[in-house]
């Protein structure tokens, strides 16, 4: 079967209507790609869009001012797509066309004619051949939407997508609950010449012990009492493209053999059929225990950790990368921005401060719900420190092994780090300010900020009005000449 051939419809975004005839559009776009499943995605922000479109569709009435942000706002979120416009009756072509933004490969006007979309998006997509590889012969750099974050540690696995995605070898990934590791491994996957085809998670916690072999790869007619028609499986409806494997040391021991196996050959054989099928698939897994104690504690098969862990990604808890939280709640903010524009719109420093103080157990996922009740519970512009429920008391754990010296370095790291972010929320990513607040010399600060992978552009924000006042500088046991 065919993949879905998908198309968004950028309409207005306060109405989140087209006045063009959306079977008009289907219609024409079946005449213009023959023999495609075609789906057209009609939204209004380009940041909900699911999954990505190999075409977009931007309709506007009237060309004001906005359009040029719909358009930024597409480009933000989908680099590579090309862009055809739909205008409304507004002027002479000459001078639409010269008002037109370059990233704009071609226009058509209301009331649309679908032979002439037709012709349009064929002759648009004829020309769309997006380059795998620079002229230097260099990797295209990866601009995955999702991820957000400009710590040292989080860029070092960010900077692991590109030579992920140039191979087909398994990868591991693994990470607390919450990290984003499906996020990572859809980022491989749309980064990888196997992005046309599909992205199948399976959340192996989930999954029946007696299911998953039938979950997986499916069964034939008759193949137990109940199996009155053949099922596909997960691993053919991913054929081309990836097989996600969340959680995989959920598994049981026939579980894992069996994935044993399909990992090692491809090869897989559904239920009750005599035949053995070769899938063309990548495999990527992830966990969020560590695998290799758990091979320690024989609950996971050594063999199969192997096989899996060919590429290996750590995803870092939200805790050890303050400096990207201010970066990540902003980025929720827009995504939860009320329909009718009302809300806040920005956080106050002493906002900020809360989130930065919390321990983050759930990690992302936790700061995303948090920012999301933070905007339905807020009546104003600007979000309070009250309006952000999170238990605040719950201090960073300190682990106390290892020798008293390890101990005592890593207890002074984590507070000098702690005291960098804070002093930088507060002056707005003003290091002169931070500096001096903090008893310091300006080249001996952004020292420290460059020792911790800490970026003062994460903390620049466009409020005006007067920054915080300057925080109390630090005293010993911190050791400012580490």
């Not at 809300?343 to 321990?359: I, M, N, T, V």
Request: proline letters at 6%.
């Amino acid at each position: 079967m065919k993949d879905v051939f998908h198309i968004a419809l950028l309409t207005h975004a306060e109405g989140g209507r087209s006045c063009c005839d959306h079977a008009c559009i289907v219609d024409a776009l079946e005449r213009a790609l023959p023999g495609e499943r075609i789906a057209v995605d009609q939204i209004a922000d380009p940041a909900l869009a699911t999954p990505a479109p190999r075409l977009v569709l931007l309709h506007q009435q009237v060309l004001d001012s906005s359009y040029d942000a719909r358009v930024a706002a597409a480009i933000r979120r989908w680099p590579d797509v090309p862009i055809v416009g739909i205008m409304g009756m507004q002027r002479n072509d000459d001078q639409l066309a010269r008002d037109l933004p370059a990233a704009i490969r071609d226009f058509i006007l209301c009331p649309l004619d679908g032979r002439e979309l037709a012709l349009r998006v064929r002759r648009v997509l004829s020309q769309d051949h997006p380059p795998d590889r620079s002229a230097s012969g260099e990797a295209r750099p990866v601009r995955v939407h999702s991820l957000v974050g400009e710590s040292a540690m989080f860029q070092a696995q960010v900077d692991k997508i590109p030579l992920f995605a140039d191979v087909d070898a398994p990868v591991l990934l693994q990470g607390e609950t919450g990290t984003g590791k499906e996020v990572f491994a859809r980022a491989i996957h749309y980064s990888s010449a196997r992005r046309e085809h599909a992205f199948i998670p399976i959340n192996c916690a989930a999954l029946p012990d007696q299911l998953f072999e039938n979950e997986l790869f499916g069964h034939a007619k008759g193949a137990y009492t109940s199996a009155a028609h053949e099922q596909a499986g997960l691993v053919l409806e991913a054929e081309g493209g990836t097989l996600f494997l969340d959680e995989v040391d959920a598994l049981n021991p026939y579980a894992q053999a069996k994935l044993l196996r399909f990992v090692q050959y491809r090869e897989y054989r559904p239920l009750g059929c005599s035949r053995t099928k070769l899938a063309n698939v990548r495999i990527l897994a992830a966990s969020n225990v560590d695998l290799r104690q758990a091979v320690a504690n024989r609950q996971f098969r050594e063999d199969l950790f192997h096989r899996l862990n060919v590429l290996s990604l750590v995803v870092p808890p939200l805790r050890d990368r303050a400096e990207d939280i201010p970066l990540l709640a902003k980025r929720f903010l827009q995504r939860f921005q009320r329909a009718d524009g009302q809300g806040p719109r920005r956080f106050s420093d002493e906002a900020l401060q809360k989130l930065l103080a919390h321990a983050w157990p759930g990690n992302v996922r936790e700061l995303e719900s948090t920012v999301q009740r933070a905007v339905v519970m807020c009546a104003s512009a600007t979000i309070q420190a009250q309006d952000i429920e999170c238990a605040v008391d719950q201090q960073k754990k300190v682990s106390l092994t290892g020798s008293l010296r390890a101990v005592k370095n890593s207890a002074t790291m984590d507070a000098e780090r702690a005291y960098l972010v804070k002093t930088l929320v507060t002056f707005r990513g003003n290091v002169t300010h931070a500096a001096k607040a903090a008893g310091k010399e300006r080249r001996s600060f952004q020292r420290l900020l460059r020792k911790y992978g800490i970026h003062r552009e994460s903390f620049q924000q466009d409020e005006t009005g007067p920054i915080g006042a300057y925080p109390p500088p630090l005293h010993p046991p911190f050791d400012w000449h580490a």
